[in-house]
Structure formats: C-alpha cells, structure tokens
C-alpha cells in the first residue's frame, strides 16, 4: 500500500512539473524602495503586501525616499452584456482597467503608460437587486486583485533603474476591444 502511495506522489510531483507549474517564489525588483501613488486604499494595501512579502523591496510614504514611483489609477465600469425577448438586462458586463506607469527617481521612465483591462460577467435580476450590488462588489473587488497580481509580474520586468536606450520595459496595452467574459 505505501509503494502504491508512494508512485502516485511521485507521478503526480512529475507531472506537475512537467506542464510547466512553479511558485511564485521571491520577486528581483530593480528598485528596492517604491513609493506607490493613487489607485484605491484596497489596492494599494494589497500591492504594498505583494511587493514587501515577496521581495526585498519596501513601500515607502514618501517620493523622497523612493528609488522608483508607481502612478497607478483606476477606472469602473458596467455594460449591458445580455437582453431578454422583453429588452430587460438579463446579464451586465463589468470592467476594470488598471493604468500604471513606473518612472525613477531621477525622473528615468522605467515602464511607460501601460493598461491593465479585466472584465466580468454577472447575471442580474430585479428579484434580487440588493444581492447583486454585493455581488458586484465581490466580483470588482477580485478583478482588483487579479489586475494587483498582474502589476506585481510587470513590475519585475525592469532590470535597471538607468536603462539604455531602447531596452526600457515596453508599454502593455489591449490590442483591441476585450472579448465578452465566460459565462
């Protein structure tokens, strides 16, 4: 019975290796003080914990004392997705987009104007209005997170504080309209 254990573990570790899973692990931060502007009290908290418990980079309170600054700003959305036969809403289509920009201290443009855009689906019905105002809190609130992640990966891409010419980090923006969210 424990070598039968003892192979399914072993099978399972191996394959999960092999399609390609790995930890987050710590993060390399060219910058080791950041000093974050804007974006809600939610989002920055979060992004303050990513950044401080997966690397050895601090969040500093004020711009003098930063090797880099993070200009984050939000924005929220809600679209009609789905109507019913009689034109009432049957499902809405929320947005968040994420602009952030990430310039050094001496004013160097480490990762220039970039978007994050997250969407959602939620059903609605007017029987429950009241649930669904909480559950769009619920639903922005975990786009916030997911876009906070996102920020975290990007950010590791800067490899210097002082560039060369053309090996800056590259502008990420949607190529187009978002595709619908799945249902």
Same mark, same amino acid.
């Given at each position: 019975?424990?070598?039968?254990?003892? &192979?399914? +573990?072993?099978?399972?570790? *191996?394959?999960?290796?092999?399609? $390609?899973?790995? %930890?987050?692990?710590?993060?390399?931060? #060219?910058?080791?003080?950041?000093?974050?502007?804007?974006?809600?009290?939610?989002?920055?908290?979060?992004?303050?914990?990513?950044?401080?418990?997966?690397?050895?980079?601090?969040?500093?309170?004020?711009v003098a004392n930063a090797d880099a600054t993070?200009?984050?700003?939000?924005?929220?959305?809600?679209?009609?997705?789905?109507?019913?036969?009689?034109?009432?809403?049957?499902?809405?289509? &929320?947005? +968040?987009?994420?602009?952030? *920009?990430?310039?050094?201290?001496? $004013?160097?443009? %480490?990762?220039?104007?970039?978007?994050? #855009?997250?969407?959602?689906?939620?059903?609605?019905?007017?029987?429950?209005?009241q649930a669904k105002v909480a559950e769009s809190?619920?639903?922005?609130?975990?786009?916030?997170?997911?876009?906070?992640?996102?920020?975290?990966?990007?950010?590791?891409?800067?490899?210097?504080?002082?560039?060369?010419?053309?090996?800056?980090?590259?502008?990420?923006?949607?190529?187009?309209?978002?595709?619908?969210?799945? +249902?």
């Amino acid at each position: 019975m424990t070598r039968r254990l003892f &192979l399914t +573990l072993a099978c399972s570790v *191996s394959m999960l290796s092999a399609c $390609g899973f790995q %930890l987050r692990g710590q993060q390399d931060y #060219a910058f080791k003080r950041l000093y974050i502007a804007g974006g809600s009290q939610a989002a920055g908290a979060r992004l303050t914990r990513m950044v401080q418990g997966g690397s050895d980079t601090v969040v500093v309170n004020t711009v003098a004392n930063a090797d880099a600054t993070l200009q984050i700003s939000e924005a929220r959305g809600i679209g009609t997705l789905t109507l019913n036969t009689l034109g009432v809403v049957e499902e809405y289509q &929320l947005n +968040l987009t994420m602009n952030y *920009s990430l310039v050094g201290k001496d $004013g160097t443009v %480490l990762i220039p104007p970039s978007v994050i #855009a997250l969407n959602r689906a939620m059903t609605y019905s007017d029987q429950y209005s009241q649930a669904k105002v909480a559950e769009s809190d619920i639903l922005f609130a975990d786009m916030e997170n997911d876009a906070i992640d996102q920020l975290t990966r990007r950010l590791s891409i800067v490899k210097s504080l002082h560039p060369a010419p053309g090996q800056g980090a590259p502008a990420v923006a949607p190529g187009g309209p978002l595709p619908p969210p799945p +249902l």
